[in-house]
C-alpha cells in the first residue's frame, strides 16, 4: 500500500502564497501521475494540477500561471507553490497518486487532504 500524507496548508490573506507538500511512503515499486485536487463547500472535487513521471505538468485554467506543480522522485514527494491566492482557491486540497503497489497493479491513491483557506 502507499500512504500520502499532505501538508503546509492554512490560512493566507488574498495575493499570498503558499507551499502543499505530499509525501508518499509504503511498499513503492512505481509512481506514474501525481496531481493535486481541490474540493470546496458544496462543490465536487476538481483537478488543480498534474505532473507525469516524465514531468509533462497540466494545470486547470483557473489556477495556470499562479500555481506550479514540481515532484521529487528521489524523495517521492510532491509539491505545489500557489501564488496570488484568492478567495475562491479556499477549498481542501487532496494529493492523488498513480502508483503500483503490492498489487502490482496501477492503482489510485489519495491523502487524507490539506485545508486552505485564502480570507482576509
Known amino acids: 500500500q502507499v500512504q500520502l500524507v499532505e501538508s503546509g496548508g492554512g490560512l493566507v490573506q488574498p495575493g499570498g502564497s503558499l507551499r502543499l507538500s505530499c509525501a508518499a511512503s509504503?511498499?513503492?515499486?512505481?509512481?506514474?501521475?501525481m496531481g493535486w485536487y481541490r474540493q470546496a463547500p458544496g462543490k465536487e472535487r476538481e483537478l488543480v494540477a498534474l505532473?507525469?513521471?516524465?514531468?509533462?505538468?497540466h494545470y486547470a485554467g483557473s489556477v495556470k500561471g499562479r500555481c506550479t506543480i514540481s515532484r521529487d522522485d528521489a524523495k517521492n514527494t510532491l509539491y505545489l507553490q500557489m501564488n496570488s491566492l484568492k478567495p475562491e482557491d479556499t477549498a481542501v486540497y487532496y494529493c492523488?497518486?498513480?502508483?503500483?503497489?503490492?498489487?502490482?497493479?496501477?492503482?489510485?491513491?489519495w491523502g487524507q487532504g490539506t485545508q486552505v483557506t485564502v480570507s482576509s
Open positions: 492523488n497518486a498513480d502508483a503500483v503497489s503490492t498489487t502490482f497493479y496501477r492503482e489510485d491513491y
Open positions: 505532473v507525469t513521471s516524465g514531468n509533462t505538468t
Open positions: 509504503g511498499i513503492i515499486y512505481n509512481i506514474y501521475a
